[in-house]
C-alpha cells in the first residue's frame, strides 16, 4: 500500500501551518466563509499563509461558493494550490474553471449520507481531479459542509475507492485512536483532519505527531 498523505484542516494562522509542515503535513486547509462549522479566516490570511507554504506543501482553500464566476473571485484573490468544493459543484463548472488557465487543481466533496455518495463520487469525479468524502448534511436549513467532528460509512468510502481510478480523501471525524482502522479498511489516497489534532481549539503538535505516525503505521 502507498503512503497515506495526511492534510490538515482549519489552519488558523502562520504559525500553525509551520507546526503543520514541521509535523509532516503534506497539505494544508484554509477555510473561507462558510454557513457552519470550524474554522473559517479572512481572505487576506488565506493568502498570506498560501504564499507562505514551502513546496511540495499543498494550500487548500476550502470554498462554499458554487458558481464558477464566485468560485473563480476566490481563487484570484488567494491564490491556493487547491480548491476544495465543500458544496457541490456542477461538473460543467468545475470544467469551465478550468479552462480558466488558474493552474490549480479541483476537489469536490462528497458528503457521506448513504450509499448515494457512490453515484455522487462518480459523477463527481468525471471532472474534478480528486474526491474528499465527508461527513456532512448539506441538506439541512443551516447547511453542514464539513467540520462535524463525526465519522460515517466507511464501507461506502471503501467501494467509492474501489470504483474510481481518481483520488480520494478521506475526512469525517478522524483521530490518533481511528485513523489507522479507516486507513486500513478504506485505503484511501489521503487522511483529513481538523479537530482530531485540536486541543481547546488549538492545533495541538503532540496530537498531530500521533495522528501522522498512526497513520504512517497503518500504510506501511
Not at 492545533?203 to 497513520?215: P, T
Amino acid at each position: 500500500m502507498a503512503r497515506v498523505r495526511v492534510k490538515v484542516c482549519c489552519i488558523a494562522s502562520r504559525d500553525e501551518a509551520d507546526l503543520a509542515v514541521k509535523m509532516g503535513a503534506d497539505a494544508v486547509g484554509l477555510v473561507s466563509a462558510m454557513p457552519s462549522g470550524p474554522g473559517p479566516i479572512e481572505e487576506p490570511l488565506i493568502r498570506q499563509i498560501a504564499d507562505h507554504l514551502p513546496p511540495p506543501v499543498a494550500s487548500f482553500l476550502l470554498t462554499s461558493e458554487t458558481s464558477a464566476d464566485a468560485i473563480a473571485d476566490q481563487i484570484r484573490r488567494c491564490r491556493p494550490s487547491v480548491v476544495q468544493l465543500v458544496d457541490w459543484v456542477e461538473p460543467q463548472a468545475i470544467r469551465r474553471l478550468r479552462k480558466s488557465g488558474f493552474g490549480v487543481r479541483f476537489v469536490q466533496v462528497v458528503h457521506v449520507e448513504d450509499d448515494r455518495a457512490i453515484e455522487a463520487a462518480r459523477l463527481a469525479a468525471t471532472e474534478a481531479d480528486a474526491i474528499l468524502l465527508d461527513s456532512g448534511r448539506p441538506s439541512l436549513a443551516v447547511p453542514e459542509l464539513g467540520g462535524t467532528g463525526r465519522t460515517h460509512d466507511w464501507e461506502v468510502s471503501a467501494e467509492i475507492v474501489r470504483r474510481l481510478a481518481k483520488p480520494v480523501f478521506l475526512a469525517g471525524g478522524l483521530h490518533a485512536g481511528n485513523v489507522a482502522e479507516a486507513v486500513r479498511q478504506v485505503r484511501p489516497y489521503a487522511v483529513d483532519v481538523c479537530s482530531g489534532v485540536r486541543q481547546e481549539g488549538r492545533l495541538d503538535g503532540k496530537r498531530l505527531g500521533d495522528f501522522i505516525r498512526a497513520v504512517l503505521t497503518a500504510s506501511a
